[in-house]
């Protein structure tokens, strides 16, 4: 037996055969106030629908390290979770139950000494979890300086020029003096001599980045570590190793299993990474896990009730996502070990072949490979004076490709680069398509481009 629908009413717009937004009365649609009355959804869905069309294409955009693919079962899992708050673990325990169990597999995935224990949360992406680790550093500092009868008024924490702004603002916020060692010559990112450098009796962390967002390059943490070592022989001063693994957390255990960067190393306190970067998540999610639970101090854990029982929490916000969470574990699941191996891996293997066709193609110079993270820096030869980075970079975009171009910081302020991050989703076939499409500019900019270089590099006043 089949149920019959009783008929629809007819609509009053069925005799309509226009879509409605484009033969709307004059009316404007209101833009910075809350408008009179109501609107039609399908209405409003096409008129914001259209007006993001001045967005870029995420997939075109080669200067986000964020995720911009994901397969389809993930993204029906994370329209199923929509509704669910992580902060609610009563309400969503098995969310909750998710959660930690990613904590424990990254404590594995990073050597925890005790990774049954494991002692990390979730985040809304590697700045919160930053905040956290930074937190940590400092309480425990504190600490140890009130155990000593020692002052504690003047924290810093050393790190190099390159770092990520989230560093910039856990040092603002939180009253932290920032010691940043400046790049030098064809050193990009910190080396474990400038750090001990900078390091004192106040100094609550050094951090090291696994890599760089400025060329992808990994920051030496085991050399960082020994040299700590070596300081604390010294001169009795023990400062810990916070590494920011916000990409390289998520690369490095895959495609560099014998790099020492993590909990293998004891100095190593906290590491953060971004789940919604090589986690291959859509923003946001972010991790950190500490070493152990003396890493992180007792009094700033919260308690929360979870199913009749107290549940820790260490965060900035209260209501979060949990779509993201589950996203992160559909990914562990899916993909286990092997299969993050080949993402990252291939990823790798399309960055370093695109960046060596860039490097043939004549006017580049390549600053990294993307042998490290799947990410490279490259600027223009010597010799090519009549253009610059920031004209590649608007000529690309012609074509829908974001590709930035910006200068170095300190020391190096007279080197610009552009940034080429290769993701999952972004392979072979399309790297040859950004390839035709930078190799047929060049001659354009050859040509075309006004003269940008200074008075000082000019063809001759000077004698
Ligand atoms: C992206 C990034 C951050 C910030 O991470 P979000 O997840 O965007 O908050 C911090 N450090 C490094 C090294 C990064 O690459």
Redesign the pocket.
Known sequence: MTLKHPKRPPSRRSHLSLAPLFTREADRIPRHELAAGEMDPDVAYQVIHDELLLDGNSRMNLAT??STWMEPQAIRLMTECFDKNMIDKDEYPQTAELEMRCVGILSRLWRAPDAEQATGCST???????MLGGLALKRRWQQRRAAEGKPAEKPNLVMGIN??I??EKFANYWDVEMRLVPMEGDRFHLSAEEAVKLCDENTIGVVA?L???FDGSYEPVAEICRALDELQERTGVDVPVHV?G??GGFIAPFVDPELEWDFRLPRVASI?T?G??YGLVF??V?WIVWRDADALPEDLIFWVNYLGDNMPTFALNFSRPGAQIVAQYYNFLRLGFDGYRKVQGYAREVATRLSSEIAGLGPFRLITRGDELPVFAFTLADDVTNYSVFDVSSALRERGWQVPAYTFPKNRTDLAALRVVVRNGFGHDMADLFLDDLRRQLPHLQKHAAPVHDAGSGAGFHH
């Open positions: 390290f964020v809304t992406g590697s700045s919160e979890a930053a770092v990520q989230c560093w980045i890599g760089s967002t920011d916000a990409s953060n971004s919604h970067k923003p946001g972010g």
